[in-house]
Every structure is written in C-alpha cells, then in structure tokens.
C-alpha cells in the first residue's frame, strides 16, 4: 500500500504513535534531565532534591525551632531529673512524647507542600485568554477584572482569575504574593512555620499549635511547680539560684501560652465552622454582609466540620516536584484556514454562556 | 509545513488543536468536571461516550475525596503514628489516582486513539482541566 512504498523510498523507523512526546530528533539532548522543582516558578525553597518545599523566608521558621529546642532541653536537663525523683517519672515521659509530636507536626507543616496549584499550561492559558477576549469583546489596552461566578449550594461565589498563575483560581484558593503561588483552601502565610498553610498542610499546623499549646502549659505547670517544690526546701531566692534555667523558661512560657492557646483557640473555631482565616479576615461568610449569607462549605455540624479538616482525604500535590522536565510538549499548529478560528470561537462564546450565569436571573 | 509527503505518511500525527474541559465547581471544592459537550470534538465522538468517560471520571474523583468511614479511620490512624504511616503506605487519594490513570489509558486505546484523541490524565494539569488534544485526521488524506 501507500505507507510501503514510502518506506522503500526512504529509510526512516516507524515511530510509536503511542507516547505523547513529539518526534525524536537525531541528535542527543545536550542538557540533563532537570527535575520539575528546579524549574518551578514560584518563590519557593527546595531542599533534598526536591523532596522538602518551603518559602523563601525562613529566619523566623529557625527562630521557632530553636524557642522550642532550647525550652525543652532545658527543661528536659533542669527540672525532669528533679521532677522524676519527687513526683513521678511519667512527667518527663509525657513531655518527652508531646516535644516529639509538637517538633514532627511543625516539621512536617514546613515541610510539606501547602497544596500548590500548578500554573496553566501556554496552551491552557490562551484558551482561557480567547474564551475572556470573547465573552469580554475584544478591547485593547486594560482588559478588566476577570471574573467568574459559580453558584455553590445556594451561594454565589466569584472565581477570580489569576494573572500570574494564568487559571481561574478555585473556591477558597488564593494566591500568596510572599510565595508566587496560587495555593488551594488558602488559610494564611505563617512565617513561624516558614511556608503557607493550605489545603495539604492544615491538619498538621492545627496539630502543631494544639499539641505546642499543651507542651508549653505542661512546661509551665511542670516548671512552677519544681520551683515552689525548691522553694519549699529552701527558700524562693536559692530555689530561682539552684535553677536558673527554669526562669527562663517560665518567662518563654508565660509569653507564648497567651498567643499559642489564643491561636489554637481560633483555629478550633475556624475548624469548627469550616472557615478558612483568609475567609473570616475578609468576612466572607459573615452575617453582616447579608441576610442569606452562610458558608457553603460548613457541613452544617461542628463535629462533621472537624472531622473533615482533620481525619478527611489527603489530597497528593500536584506539582510533582521530583518528576522530570520534559521537552516541549507538542504545540499547537497554527490555524492553516479560517475554518477553525471560527469554530473554536463558536463554542467558547457558548462555553462561557454556560458558566457565567446571566445577570438577568 | 515543508515536509515531504513520504514523511507525512510515518511521522507523528500533528496537533490540530486542544479542548480543554473546564471544572464543575457547582458542588463546592471536590473535583468535578463539567459534562458539557465541545463542539470541536462532535465531528469526532459522540456525545454520549464523551458524557459517559467524564461522569465515570467525576466518579472516581469522588471516591478519592469521599468522607466516610474508611477515610476517617486512615486519617486517625494516621494522626497516631504521627504520619509516620503514609511512610510505607500509601493514602486512599493515591491509589484511587492509580485506578484513575488505568481508566484513562484504557479510554484512550478503545474509544479516543483510534478518532485521533488523545485525553491527557487531568492529575498532568494539576486537576484544572481535561486535556482533550485533536490530532490531525491523516488516514482519510493519504487513500486520496
């Protein structure tokens, strides 16, 4: 047939339909294979070939960890021995468990990926531009404010579009203007912990700062009561002599149980009602701003709430940091007639029909 | 293009265009994608095939994000060993994302590779969009 006589003619392979990349070329690739993190646009820091993500401030994230470190080492080498002989030695058990889990939840909350959406592809990008180009009618210099609105459970939400992340940002996302990241069910950016908290990292941050909450009220409690223990022996002034290290921990500890519990106590709220901070800030959900105005997202019970931020589904991430960066995937040809311009016009014009509800209704 | 008309014949097909199914926000953040037909594909599919791939898509996404009791006793379980666990294991979310890319080859190879589709596995795209490409229709061109 056709195809044999071109192969007798010229001495090419048949190559695999099957794989999506475009046709090999016959020379080597002069560059290594980079991994996705290397080229990843947003301002982030990697760490272990991609497998730690964090953001690009992190002095305050070291500040954190060395409050804590140092807190309980002291208290660990000053007061458990003390502590162990007089009462019980559950005491430093017990500390020791919760130091444990306070430093895994913060690790792995600065650790991990706060739900990342990865930015549009060129081709996804100018899609969207000509479905807005159209829906907007082609103006030129300033396109405005591009919005979408979607009606959830009864609410309507604006999707906003995001220019740098080139998409329509989900409900509840937002982008982070410290990391350059659209991030998924943005909380807030917390520089204690050196990242965002989103969507992948919530439960941890809330397990942090709960656990982090009893760890400093157990330091306190444990810490006053070795020196009025001391003090009892021998007097308060040679009790604060004997242990010094326990007045600075008291004094860490008085100030950080104030905000610590404050924040756990909001974050329980916020869990509870299925708020994100970023949407209490703003009032988004706010029986001020209207009569009809509830969250969409609350499941209607505290318990249900709570259990869905913390025992629900882990979403994976989805910017796959330790994948390889591939050649350039296969681009569009261009438009070799009128014919297909005016055909993907058409069903973008009814595409954005569909989703933007008319004012009208 | 400059091509020879026996390269045509061998090369890969060239990329006509892509459609891009959008998200189904409607019932909130769980992934979701809009069933709604694109007119670039009619020529190709039928609607009913298409409709048919995407729900059984949303079907499996919502099985992945399904809160219940499995969901509940991994997340607890986890919470215990400190998340130590997923360490060895991996979570509901990714296994589903396995059976998803299954799905998706199988598609490809029965219904869309042979109308010169190609639908790209949306966990590619960060889960915003159905990546239909349309590849231009050679095998008709070459009996002329």
Redesign the interface.
């Known amino acids: 047939m056709h195809l044999g006589e071109s192969m007798r003619e010229c001495e090419y392979s048949q190559i695999s339909t099957r794989s999506s990349t475009p046709m090999e070329t016959p020379y080597k690739k002069r560059t290594p294979k980079r991994r996705k993190w290397e080229a990843f646009p947003g301002r982030n820091k990697f760490y272990c070939d991609g497998r730690i993500m964090m953001a690009k401030q992190t002095g305050v994230f070291y500040l954190t960890l060395v409050l804590i470190l140092v807190t309980c080492g002291l208290f660990f080498v000053f007061d458990c021995p003390f502590l162990a002989l007089q009462l019980t030695p559950i005491i430093p058990v017990v500390g020791g468990a919760l130091f444990l889990f306070v430093l895994g939840t913060l690790l792995r909350t600065s650790f991990s990926d706060p739900g990342v959406l990865p930015r549009a592809t060129p081709d996804e990008a100018a899609d969207l531009e000509r479905q807005i180009d159209v829906a907007n009618g082609s103006t030129g210099y300033r396109p405005p404010p591009r919005t979408k609105e979607v009606v959830i459970n009864g609410q309507t939400v604006k999707l906003k579009y995001c220019f740098t992340c080139k998409i329509f940002r989900p409900p509840r996302a937002s982008h982070c203007s410290l990391c350059d990241n659209c991030v998924e069910r943005f909380d807030h950016h917390c520089p204690w912990v050196g990242n965002c908290v989103g969507r992948r990292n919530y439960r941890f941050f809330y397990m942090f700062i709960l656990s982090l909450s009893f760890l400093t009220i157990f330091i306190f409690a444990f810490v006053i009561t070795h020196i009025i223990l001391l003090s009892h022996q021998s007097g308060f002034l040679n009790a604060l002599k004997y242990s010094p290290a326990s007045v600075l921990e008291v004094v860490v500890c008085f100030f950080s149980v104030w905000s610590i519990v404050g924040l756990s106590g909001f974050h329980t709220y916020l869990i509870g009602s299925n708020q994100t901070t970023n949407e209490d800030i703003k009032g988004s959900w706010s029986s001020k701003r209207g009569k009809d105005n509830y969250n969409p997202y609350s499941y209607g019970n505290m318990f249900t709430n709570c259990c869905a931020a913390l025992c629900g589904p882990l979403p994976p991430s989805l910017i796959d940091r330790r994948g390889f960066v591939e050649s350039d995937a296969p681009q569009l040809a261009q438009p070799t007639n009128g014919m297909t311009m005016y055909g993907a016009t058409q069903s973008q014009q009814s595409h954005m029909a569909a989703t933007t509800p008319l004012p009208s209704s | 293009?400059a091509e020879?008309?026996?390269?045509q014949?061998?090369?890969?097909?060239?990329?006509?265009?892509?459609v891009?199914v959008?998200?189904d926000?409607?019932?909130?953040?769980i992934c979701k994608f809009?069933t709604?037909f694109?007119?670039?594909l009619e020529s190709r599919l039928d609607k009913q095939q298409f409709e048919e791939t995407i729900q059984t898509l949303n079907n499996l996404y919502a099985e992945?994000?399904?809160?219940g009791g499995k969901?509940?006793l991994?997340?607890?379980l986890?919470?215990m060993t400190?998340?130590?666990i997923?360490l060895c294991m991996e979570?509901?979310?990714?296994k589903v994302?396995k059976k998803i890319a299954r799905f998706i080859k199988d598609q490809n190879e029965k219904i869309y590779?042979p109308r010169g589709l190609?639908l790209?596995d949306p966990?590619e795209?960060?889960?915003?969009?159905v990546?239909i490409?349309i590849f231009?229709d050679r095998s008709i061109g070459?009996g002329r």
């Open positions: 293009m020879t008309h026996s390269l014949d061998l090369q890969q097909p060239a990329v006509s265009s892509k891009f959008q998200r926000y409607s019932s909130g953040t809009q709604k694109p007119s670039e992945a994000e399904k809160l969901s509940y991994e997340g607890f986890a919470c400190a998340y130590t997923f979570t509901h979310y990714e994302l590779a190609l790209t966990i795209r960060g889960l915003r969009v990546e490409t231009e070459s």
